[in-house]
């Protein structure tokens, strides 16, 4: 039974890390560190700790047909993902952002009915919308604000998420293939290339002999935590199950993002129209992950009375 739910716990935890990331990233950013110096520090040092774990954890040779689909996903899930999401959060405002990440799960979605043949049961259609609905309302939709100001930031935020949704589309098969780290270690070396060309220059600038020890903290939670352990645990799950459900638990993040603000900086602004749209997330998450099962038994049991 534990065995079912084993990919379901490791995928809520990974959002979980995201979900503090927001909260913990703002420590070091923009004070101590621009944003895309910070990822050339946190995608160096996932990489670093993916090849020394490789001395400890098994990992297989790569094919050489798979290492095109390997950079790929490395442009996708690691460059374009991070460097879009940091840059377009410093052009929009939070609000717009958090919208417009949510609207991940329903691309993956209709990606994998295309790509991967996955069929759109109505209730993963009904799970996404009142996941959409929820998460809405979380990020407070009355305060939006598109305007031509945040044009730009609200467009990078779209492309982080299509890139995203692509990345959990084209690393499918090769978790159906290879260990997580054997494939995660490859992602982040390819994505870093790039990463490395285009920050360097921020990082140069960096003042470190300004950093306090809670900046410090916050860079090694970021790396250790929202991104080795936090890819490792999403790549681990979307080796057992479906990429739309993987996607679908982004929905988690905003209600994972409060609660940790509430808990880090006692910042929080609990309303019952929050907690209803928790509700409403929870039970897309439900329908998503679990509605397959819960249908079918229900089904079987009709057929047997």
Known sequence: MLEKYKPHIAIFLANALYGANYTIAKFVMPEYMQPSAFILVRISGALAIYFMLQFFIKTEKVEKKDLMRLFWC???????????FFEGLNKTIAINASLIMITT?????????????EKLQWYKILGMVLGLI???????????????STAKGDFLIFINAVSYAIFLIMVKPLMQKYEPLTVIKWVF?????????????????TDFSV?????WWSVIFVVLGATVLAYL???????KVNPSIVGVYIYLQPILAI???WLLKNEMNLTLEKALAGILIFAGVYLVSFGKNHFEKAKKLKLEN
């Not at 490395?74 to 879009?84: P, R, S, T, Y």
């Not at 799960?105 to 043949?117: E, G, M, N, T």
């Not at 929820?134 to 031509?148: C, D, H, P, R, Y």
Request: charged content about 5%; cysteine-free; glycine content about 10%.
């Open 74 to 84: 490395g442009i996708f899930g690691v460059a374009i993902n991070q460097l879009m």
């Open 259 to 261: 609660l940790f603000a």
């Open 211 to 215: 950093f306090t020890a809670q900046t």
């Open 233 to 239: 645990l999403n790549i681990y799950g979307l080796s």
């Open 105 to 117: 799960p329903i691309i993956v979605l209709v990606f994998s009915a295309f790509f991967l043949s």
């Open 189 to 205: 070396f390819f994505g870093f290339i790039p990463v490395y060309f285009i920050s360097f220059k921020a990082f140069n600038q």
């Open 134 to 148: 929820g998460a809405f309302f979380i990020v407070g939709g009355k305060e939006l604000n598109f305007s031509t």
